[in-house]
């Protein structure tokens, strides 16, 4: 059962546009929701992150939009630069006991064109 | 560097040989968490210590694989009678408690034959 689903699989934008990652989840014991940046032959690396009682955090270039009703939340990238292009995997995590563990969507890999 | 550790980065084995996987998890990180990445897919969970014991190791695939953390620092994950389907990347991220955020090493590539 897929707790975290991430749409798009990939995504192509132009240099100075903004790239729009989706994520939904099922489990409402998750309380918080990290994005993930990952470079070929690298570790993900945490971008930003979120909890649900704010419905947006903004760092820099980077903003995620909660909707805790939905069960939903979305990375905006403003400004996309070709250095942004990566693959950008959405997380969710519970609050206690054996729920510690990251849950991780499928990923999303962005495409900037210079 | 300062960051988590893992060695080798590539390993390349016949199906049915033993592999062992080193996790160096930052100075004082309590947690340590290991993860399995297929290709195109993102990372899905393994196992789970906080220090040297082992709370949830509810993500490990089958009874072949096998993860300690003796000391509650460096960390081994085992897999015996390596399969094809464990050809995946094995990543392994620290943090410094169960609340705190995860850092990830690059991973071992793992190539069964």
């Known amino acids: 059962q897929q707790q975290v689903k991430q749409s798009p699989q990939s995504l192509i934008v132009q240099k100075g546009g903004i790239s729009i990652i989706n994520c939904a989840y099922e489990n409402t014991a998750f309380d918080y929701f990290p994005w993930y940046q990952q470079f070929p032959g690298k570790g993900p690396a945490l971008l930003i992150a979120i909890r649900p009682d704010v419905s947006e955090k903004k760092e820099g270039r980077f903003t995620i939009s909660f909707n805790k009703s939905a069960k939903q939340f979305s990375l905006h990238i403003m400004d996309s630069q070709p250095g942004d292009s990566a693959t950008y995997f959405c997380?969710?995590?519970?609050?206690?006991?054996?729920?510690?563990?990251?849950?991780f969507g499928s990923g999303t890999q962005l495409t900037v064109l210079p | 560097g300062a960051g988590v550790s893992q060695s080798p980065r590539y390993k390349v084995a016949k199906r049915g040989q033993d592999v062992a996987l080193r996790c160096d998890p930052i100075?004082?990180?309590?947690?340590l968490f290991w993860y399995q990445q297929a290709l195109g897919q993102g990372p899905e969970f393994l196992t789970y210590?906080?220090?040297?014991?082992?709370?949830?190791k509810s993500g490990l695939p089958s009874d072949r694989f096998f993860a300690e953390r003796p000391e509650g620092s460096v960390s081994t994950l085992k897999i015996q009678r390596t399969q094809q389907e464990d050809s995946a990347v094995y990543l392994c991220?620290?943090?410094?408690?169960?609340?705190?955020?995860?850092?990830f090493g690059n991973g071992t590539r793992l190539t069964v034959t």
């Open positions: 997380a969710a995590r519970g609050s206690s006991g054996s729920a510690r563990q990251l849950t």
């Open positions: 210590f906080q220090n040297e014991a082992q709370l949830d």
């Open positions: 991220a620290s943090s410094l408690g169960p609340d705190s955020p995860l850092h």
């Open positions: 100075s004082g990180h309590v947690s």
